[in-house]
């Protein structure tokens, strides 16, 4: 497995760990009371899961399963694979630490659009390797 997919993957694994671990403690509030302030952190916890985890170990497994090239370097310019990660992650936690602490709305707006901006950037660098191996 290349390195920046294996970056991807185990901050995946984190945020996977950190999304059911705030669910997990607001279940347990559910049933009983000892820190209503947890509800407030809904919104983060469903930002991890959904984007912290889920998009992110799909463009991991993508930049590792993508079609190669067949010279060197056989994946590319990784510049863009490598923004990808830093600006999801920058937004992932904007928008999750925004929504808990229940600041600007355009605070959650920038968020959004370093993730936005980190789909492209992953589909820049990916759009190059999908190309025909037919004549």
Same mark, same amino acid.
């Given at each position: 497995m290349p390195t920046l997919s294996t970056y991807f993957v185990r901050l995946a694994l984190v945020h996977l760990a950190l999304g059911f671990t705030i669910g997990a403690f607001m279940l347990a509030?559910? +049933?009983?009371?000892? $820190?209503?302030?947890?509800?407030?952190?809904? =919104? $983060?916890? &469903?930002?991890? %899961?959904? #984007?912290?985890?889920l998009i992110q170990l799909v463009l991991g497994v993508a930049f590792w399963i993508a079609p190669r090239f067949w010279q060197e370097p056989v994946r590319g310019n990784v510049?863009?694979?490598?923004? $990808?990660?830093?600006?999801?992650? &920058? +937004?992932?936690?904007?928008? $999750?630490? =925004?929504?808990? %602490?229940?600041? =600007?709305p355009a605070? &959650? #707006?920038a968020g959004r659009v370093l993730e936005a901006s980190a789909v492209v950037s992953f589909a820049w660098h990916l759009w190059p390797r999908i190309v025909s191996r037919e004549g």
């Open positions: 509030n559910k +049933g009983v009371t000892f $820190a209503p302030w947890l509800w407030r952190l809904r =919104s $983060a916890h &469903i930002e991890v %899961l959904l #984007v912290g985890w510049t863009g694979a490598w923004l $990808a990660l830093v600006l999801l992650n &920058i +937004g992932v936690w904007v928008v $999750a630490i =925004s929504t808990y %602490l229940v600041l =600007s605070l &959650i #707006v």
